[in-house]
């Protein structure tokens, strides 16, 4: 096991709903806040997210393809650790340990035999960096009787909560998340899923514009609402009024569920300035709802932070609310996710609990992450 004597730095990958690739951080965490030694995306590429993609929404897939993805990722993850280490001029016995989340394939918290699946070995992936690797945070939760997410929003209280303000971290990746942080701190973190983030909106616009995602949301903003299929979303949708604790993916909000609302006839710019509409309105009803007081500021992170459309949007629904990016508290929107799973590792090698049981239902706080050794 590499054992850097005293070292704070760790590693995060994370590779999200949203399949643009994997964003990798190091960090430091022997000062608050922590430092970010370096971060960077490197894209998947059209083939592979085409593959995982297939994956996530197949039925029928054979155990050859799943398990030989399962390796090539974790191949994929080890050359992003690795170049990271070489562009930032470290060496890779200085990193205590890596925080993989690895790449959801399918999310059932619900189901009678409660499960969710990552793919990305872990074991090649400290075999081919020489770093110890921490991975599978999800399952002891689930375990537990949890949903296994958002696990994002124990980070969020470590680094953001405030005395001085209610705030809401919102992570808009494919799936939207939320992490509410009364400024009273004897009041419990409130986290959950509302619903799609930019998994519909990328997909339609890979659909039709053949482009990976909407630049700025200038597509999104060019169309009107189709409100017949905005409200029918909405009404037929359970997941929106369900109440927390709740988690989804995009092994449910997906293109089949969305070719369940299409109208007959429509203008493909007002489909996803609709989706547009449904994603700000799911974030803003479950924001409206937060007890004891909805925040006085939402602080926005993941892929979402980029559509100015969409936050615009979110600004409207909720004028009471100042909208901002995590950029205001001096975080990169693109690495919250790979932060929070570098302090996820760094929590599990110091046997410290990495769960909310407020916010996943679990019957208690718990260690998360199998610990694979590099050595």
């Not at 690739?21 to 998947?44: E, H, Q, R």
């Not at 100042?322 to 929590?347: Q, S």
Request: hydrophobic share 40%; proline share 5%.
């Amino acid at each position: 096991m590499s054992d850097p004597a005293g070292s704070e730095i760790y590693a995060g990958l994370m590779s999200g709903t949203s399949l643009d690739g994997i964003d990798a951080a190091i960090v430091d965490f022997s000062v608050f806040p922590p430092t970010i030694l370096f971060c960077n995306t490197w894209p998947y590429g059209d083939d592979l997210k085409q593959r995982i993609q297939d994956l996530c929404q197949s039925d029928t897939a054979s155990l050859d393809t799943l398990y030989s993805l399962d390796a090539e990722l974790g191949e994929r993850y080890a050359d992003a650790i690795n170049n990271a280490i070489e562009i930032a001029g470290l060496d890779a016995a200085s990193i205590t340990a890596i925080g993989c989340h690895g790449q959801t394939i399918c999310h059932s918290p619900n189901s009678r035999f409660a499960y969710s699946t990552q793919i990305g070995d872990p074991n090649r992936l400290a075999a081919l960096t020489g770093i110890t690797t921490v991975a599978d945070f999800r399952r002891k939760d689930i375990a537990l009787g949890g949903q296994g997410a958002p696990l994002a929003s124990a980070f969020h209280q470590f680094l953001f909560r405030s005395p001085e303000e209610n705030r809401a971290l919102i992570n808009i990746g494919g799936i939207a998340n939320i992490s509410y942080l009364a400024a009273n701190f004897e009041s419990p973190v409130t986290g959950f899923d509302t619903g799609p983030g930019n998994s519909l909106l990328d997909h339609w616009i890979q659909r039709h514009k053949n482009v990976g995602y909407d630049e700025q949301g200038a597509w999104g903003a060019s169309g009107k609402v189709i409100r017949p299929m905005l409200e029918r979303m909405l009404d037929e949708e359970d997941y929106f009024t369900s109440k927390p604790p709740k988690s989804t993916g995009t092994d449910y909000f997906n293109s089949t569920w969305l070719e369940h609302f299409l109208p007959a006839e429509y203008d493909a710019a007002d489909v996803q300035t609709t989706l547009v509409e449904l994603t700000a309105v799911t974030i803003a009803d479950a924001i409206s709802r937060l007890q004891p007081e909805p925040p006085s500021s939402c602080y926005i992170c993941g892929g979402g932070a980029h559509n100015h459309y969409l936050l615009e949007r979110l600004s409207r629904a909720l004028p009471a609310c100042n909208i901002k990016t995590t950029d205001d508290l001096g975080m990169n929107p693109d690495f919250v996710e790979a932060i929070a799973f570098a302090w996820l590792a760094r929590e599990r090698l110091q046997l410290r609990s990495g769960n909310l049981p407020e916010v996943t239902r679990a019957s208690k706080s718990t260690i998360l992450g199998g610990i694979y050794a590099a050595d």
